[in-house]
T-cell receptor
C-alpha cells in the first residue's frame, strides 16, 4: 500500500534561513511518481515538482531544491534563503504507475512552514 | 495559462441538503478527479473519472456521492444528503493523460454543513 509520511507538522524559521522539509514514502511499485505541492493561506494547491522513480538526480529551481534518495525512500525539499512568502503548508504526494496509468495521488499530512520576518 | 476553475468558492448548506459542486477542467484534459481536505488535515482522494465513467473511487466515496460530466466542459460532484462531517475543502483536478503528468488543481470549494 502507498503511504507518505511528513513527520514535521510545523516548522518556524527566520527569514533568510534555509529549511528542509522531509518526506518519506512507502510503495511496492518500482515505478512511481513523487510530487510536492504548496498550499498558501489562500487555500489553493500549487504544483511545485514531479519526480519519477527512475530519475534520482537532484533538482534545483531558484531557491528550491529537491533531494530524492531511493535508498532511504525519501524526497526532501529545501528552501534556501527563505522568505515570508514561502509561508504555507507543503504537501508531498505519491502516485504509483499501473498498466493503465497512474493511481490517484496519495498525500502526506503536510508541513506548515512559517517564515518570520 | 489554462486553469481549472471551481464554483462556488464557498457553499454553506444545512445537514441533509443536496449540494452540487462544479468544476471546469482544462479543456484538452481527459482525466478528472475530486479530492477533499478536511480543515487542517491532508488531502484525500475521492474519485477519478475518465471517458464518462468512474475509473477509481476511494472508501470515502460512498452512495451519497456521485459525479457527472453533463456537458463537454463541466464536471460535477453531488452530495445527496450532506452530513456535518462532509464539511471540507473540495478540490477538482485534471490532467491530459493518466500517465506521467501532474494533476492541475482548481482553487477549491469550501463546503460548510451546519
Amino acid at each position: 500500500a502507498q503511504k507518505v509520511t511528513q513527520a514535521q507538522t510545523e516548522i518556524s524559521v527566520v527569514e533568510k534561513e534555509d529549511v528542509t522539509l522531509d518526506c518519506v514514502y512507502e510503495t511496492r511499485d518500482t515505478t512511481y511518481y513523487l510530487f510536492w505541492y504548496k498550499q498558501p493561506p489562500s487555500g489553493e494547491l500549487v504544483f511545485l515538482i514531479r519526480r519519477n522513480s527512475f530519475d534520482e538526480q537532484n533538482e534545483i529551481s531558484g531557491r528550491y531544491s529537491w533531494n530524492f534518495q531511493k535508498s532511504t525512500s525519501s524526497f526532501n525539499f529545501t528552501i534556501t534563503a527563505s522568505q515570508v512568502v514561502d509561508s504555507a503548508v507543503y504537501f508531498c504526494a505519491l502516485s504509483e504507475a499501473q498498466g493503465s496509468g497512474n493511481t490517484p495521488l496519495v498525500f502526506g499530512k503536510g508541513t506548515r512552514l512559517s517564515v518570520i520576518a | 495559462e489554462p486553469e481549472v476553475t471551481q464554483t462556488p468558492s464557498h457553499q454553506v448548506t444545512q445537514m441533509g441538503q443536496e449540494v452540487i459542486l462544479r468544476c471546469v477542467p482544462i479543456s484538452n484534459h481527459l482525466y478528472f478527479y475530486w479530492y477533499r481536505q478536511i480543515l487542517g488535515q491532508k488531502v484525500e482522494f475521492l474519485v477519478s473519472f475518465y471517458n464518462n465513467e468512474i475509473s477509481e473511487k476511494s472508501e470515502i466515496f460512498d452512495d451519497q456521492f456521485s459525479v457527472e460530466r453533463p456537458d463537454g466542459s463541466n464536471f460535477t460532484l453531488k452530495i445527496r444528503s450532506t452530513k456535518l462531517e462532509d464539511s471540507a475543502m473540495y478540490f477538482c483536478a485534471s490532467n491530459p493523460d493518466r500517465v506521467i503528468y501532474e494533476q492541475y488543481f482548481g482553487p477549491g470549494t469550501r463546503l460548510t454543513v451546519t
